[in-house]
């Protein structure tokens, strides 16, 4: 099946810094990428979608300065968390598709990030 | 009304036990339905799509209401290795490959 790698899986970094988080899909084209966010005991909440070559679109409540999405490729998406501070801290999950019927996505293994 | 709803549970059963899980949703005019699994710590991982016909994948047995916006998820013969938690998942929009919306999800323990 499709795979889509993500990296680093974990990060622990100091208030006041930036975080840069990549989602790559291995073998297929992603037209789209999708980041996702997930606390403690709570649902995946959309965050925003990337397309290749074009502005990412954010879902309301996400501040677009401070998660910088770079979608340069069919296959490289980049979520920056800058100036990171504790309450960033959360697992962020990408996730990938191309135009295929039923719009199955394929996920990355996720990165945990843990702001001091 | 949130955008996808579950029980979270937690539903706990014995090994062999049959167990259903239910989720309905508030868009309409969503199209596409699924169920992933995730395990604790980890990334969500397609169980299966759900189509308006009902769909089965071994002891997997998805159902599709659309005029209710229910969908449903049965385990039959739960292993230990079913426990896990399972989201309830539509898209976000009416048209395929776009982003989706999660439930919070059902927990599910099997116990020996």
């Known amino acids: 099946g499709a795979v889509v790698s993500q990296h680093p899986s974990w990060v622990i970094c100091k208030s006041g810094t930036s975080v840069k988080i990549e989602c790559r899909s291995l073998d297929f084209q992603a037209t789209t990428m999708f980041w996702y966010r997930q606390f403690p005991k709570q649902s995946l909440m959309l965050m925003a979608t990337?397309?290749?070559?074009?502005?990412?679109?954010?879902e309301q409540g996400v501040e677009k300065d401070k998660f910088l999405i770079n979608h340069a490729s069919l296959t490289l998406s980049t979520l920056t968390v800058t100036s990171a501070h504790p309450e960033d801290s959360s697992f962020y999950i990408c996730?990938?598709?191309?135009?295929?019927?039923?719009?199955?996505?394929?996920f990355g293994a996720g990165t945990r990030l843990s702001v001091l | 009304r949130k955008e996808v709803e579950q029980d979270p549970g937690p539903f706990n059963v014995p090994e062999g036990a049959t167990v259903a899980f239910n989720c309905t949703y508030s868009?309409?005019?969503?199209?596409?339905f699924f169920w992933y699994r995730q395990d604790c710590r980890k990334e969500p991982k397609l169980l299966m799509s759900v189509y308006s016909s009902g769909n089965e994948d071994g002891r997997f047995t998805a159902q599709l209401n659309r005029a209710s916006q229910y969908i449903s998820l049965l385990i039959r013969d739960s292993k230990l290795s079913d426990s896990a938690t399972y989201l309830c998942v539509v898209n976000k929009l009416e048209q395929a490959g776009t982003a989706l919306i999660f439930g919070k999800g059902t927990t599910l323990s099997v116990s020996s």
């Open positions: 996730s990938a598709s191309s135009w295929v019927p039923g719009g199955i996505q394929y």
């Open positions: 990337s397309n290749e070559g074009s502005k990412a679109t954010y």
């Open positions: 868009n309409s005019a969503s199209q596409s």
